[in-house]
């Protein structure tokens, strides 16, 4: 029985054990939080049935990529790449909109964001180029400009429907070549760059953006969600389409950088529901938690089983359980980094390093927000909250780290030393 699973369950144990727990994690609190969609649904079951159909899928795909050497995900990059940039242009003209943003594609029936492909595509990328522009001296210079190549066509195009995302994978590509030992005037350079960028994006923002609009279209979604209708949303003209969520940025970084104090008694909860709900879910746990499935602010909280997970976590299971949480991404992390430093041969090293950091920081960008200490971004908690092909997606990026655990060519193992006794003299 043991042989039989351990030909299952292959790669790292440790690895094995975060994903069961986070899965495990994932399926409580997505059926404690998903109230309102058994509301809608007129059934308690099928949220959660469904949520868990998608992680058995999902497991089954990590253990199909997991069977797959390491070595051989080289011949993906250049149909992922070719696939993820079709993808990313097609859903900026074509794509499905959701609270404002086309970030959704339907093929045979499936629904998905390129969005979610295009992040490992990326991260396949770069480990590429890095691994294969090595050095003793470090990364060659030229692998500085075909990353950014990759970033142009890549992520460039998520920047204008999803700008955290876009923030998300340009941070993972930096900490990359910060690993890769990229040069370091290139990559202070490209930082000196990100800050003028950002000065330039901010005026344009305050320049072009109106937060009343996004505070009436957000009014508009939550009433949508409450009562289940379908809301037609107006499409941006091709001139205004580059910049038409400068409305939305502008709201959440308005709301994020008030700091006058608000009275509870005067907190306008329709104008910030989401934060006002968090803060109020958050503030009642008192330390220890209300307990598995009695939380409160659930039924009033948007999105409580997706963006806005981690606080319904911290109402139910107290400090904790948010501890508990933000541990296993870390080990994670530090799980990857021990086996990247295993590794051989750079490409495997730099996989699951890219990996690993994509999901730790895309974890903490959601436990930030949730916290209140980031503005409002709609990144979800990788293999917790409540979703479709996204947590599918994050399932073969988990598979793909254990391909390389198991797989990847480790170093040889120094040799112990043994001193021969000296014969003595007779």
Request: glycine content about 8%; charged content about 15%; proline content about 4%.
């Amino acid at each position: 029985m043991n042989k039989k699973l351990g030909r299952i369950f292959k790669g790292d144990k440790v690895i094995w054990m975060i994903f069961f727990l986070l899965c495990m994690i994932s399926i409580v609190e997505v059926y404690s939080a998903s109230s309102s969609l058994s509301y809608k649904s007129g059934s308690f079951w099928s949220p959660i049935l469904y949520h868990a159909s998608i992680l058995v899928v999902g497991t089954i795909a990590m253990i199909c990529v997991l069977n797959v050497q390491c070595k051989y995900f080289k011949l993906a990059t250049p149909i992922l790449i070719g696939f993820s940039f079709i993808t990313l242009i097609w859903v900026l003209f074509a794509g499905q909109t959701t609270n404002g943003a086309n970030r959704w594609l339907s093929f045979l029936g499936v629904q998905f964001q390129p969005s979610e492909i295009a992040k490992g595509t990326v991260v396949l990328a770069v480990a590429q180029i890095l691994s294969a522009m090595q050095t003793p001296n470090g990364a060659d210079k030229k692998a500085f400009k075909y990353i950014m190549i990759i970033c142009a066509f890549l992520i460039l195009p998520i920047m204008f429907e999803n700008l955290s995302t876009a923030v998300l994978i340009f941070g993972v590509v930096i900490m990359m070549m910060f690993i890769g030992r990229v040069p370091k005037q290139q990559l202070g350079r490209l930082l000196i760059g990100i800050a003028g960028l950002a000065v330039i994006l901010l005026i344009a923002v305050v320049l072009m953006g109106d937060a009343d609009k996004a505070e009436s279209r957000n009014t508009k979604t939550n009433l949508t969600e409450q009562t289940g209708a379908t809301a037609k949303e107006e499409k941006p003209g091709l001139i205004a389409k580059m910049f038409h969520r400068a409305d939305t940025w502008k709201a959440r970084m308005e709301d994020f950088f008030n700091g006058s104090d608000v009275k509870p008694q005067d907190y306008d909860l329709d104008k910030d529901a989401q934060v006002g709900h968090a803060n109020i879910a958050i503030a009642s746990s008192n330390i220890k938690g209300k307990g598995p499935g009695n939380s409160d602010e659930r039924d009033f909280l948007s999105q409580a089983f997706s963006d806005f997970i981690y606080a319904i976590i911290i109402e139910e299971t107290g400090i904790v359980g948010a501890f508990v949480v933000a541990m296993l991404y870390i080990i994670l992390l530090f799980r990857a980094g021990i086996i990247a430093r295993r590794c051989e041969n750079a490409f495997p090293s730099f996989l699951i390093m890219g990996l690993a950091l994509l999901l730790v920081t895309q974890a903490l960008f959601n436990m930030l927000v949730a916290v209140g200490l980031m503005p409002v971004t709609g990144q979800p908690l990788p293999l917790i909250s409540k979703g479709g092909t996204s947590s599918i997606i994050n399932c073969i990026y988990m598979g793909a780290m254990l391909s390389v655990s198991r797989s990847a060519k480790k170093k040889p193992a120094p040799n112990n030393i043994k001193m021969k006794p000296v014969a003595q003299a007779a």
